[in-house]
Nanobody, 123 residues
Framework: QVQLVESGGGLVQAGGSLRLSCVASGRTFRNYTPGWFRQAPGKEREFVAAVHWSSGTPYYSDSVKGRFTISRDYAKNTVYLLMNSLKPEDTADYYC????????????????WGQGTQVTVSS
């Protein structure tokens, strides 16, 4: 089993940047596919980005492609989400997740979740 802890959320003005971090403990990300999701008030949780742990190949939702970058640090067992050019519609709770399967956009395919970190983008 793996435990995930996110950090790095906060309040930022539109056009600004934030970097989220997700540290895994218990087991390494090597055994999982890590991803980021977000959930805005009144909306369903949605896929943001994922990364193939071994190759580093990233995958993004269309809404964040070109603005967000997912990366991983082997030694620190950590996944990052660098968010640039933030928009008010990016406001949500952001969750780190790990899937025992391959890269997927499907929320239900992720087995482990962090507690979430709040991101608020003001206009």
């Amino acid at each position: 089993q793996v435990q995930l802890v996110e950090s790095g959320g906060g309040l930022v003005q539109a056009g600004g940047s934030l970097r989220l971090s997700c540290v895994a403990s218990g087991r390494t990300f090597r055994n999982y596919t890590p991803g980021w999701f977000r959930q805005a008030p009144g909306k369903e949780r949605e896929f943001v980005a994922a990364v193939h742990w071994s190759s580093g190949t990233p995958y993004y939702s269309d809404s964040v492609k070109g603005r967000f970058t997912i990366s991983r640090d082997y030694a620190k067992n950590t996944v990052y989400l660098l968010m640039n050019s933030l928009k008010p519609e990016d406001t949500a709770d952001y969750y780190c997740a790990a899937s025992r399967g391959s890269v997927t956009y499907n929320v239900a395919a992720y087995d482990y979740w962090g507690q979430g970190t709040q991101v608020t983008v003001s206009s």
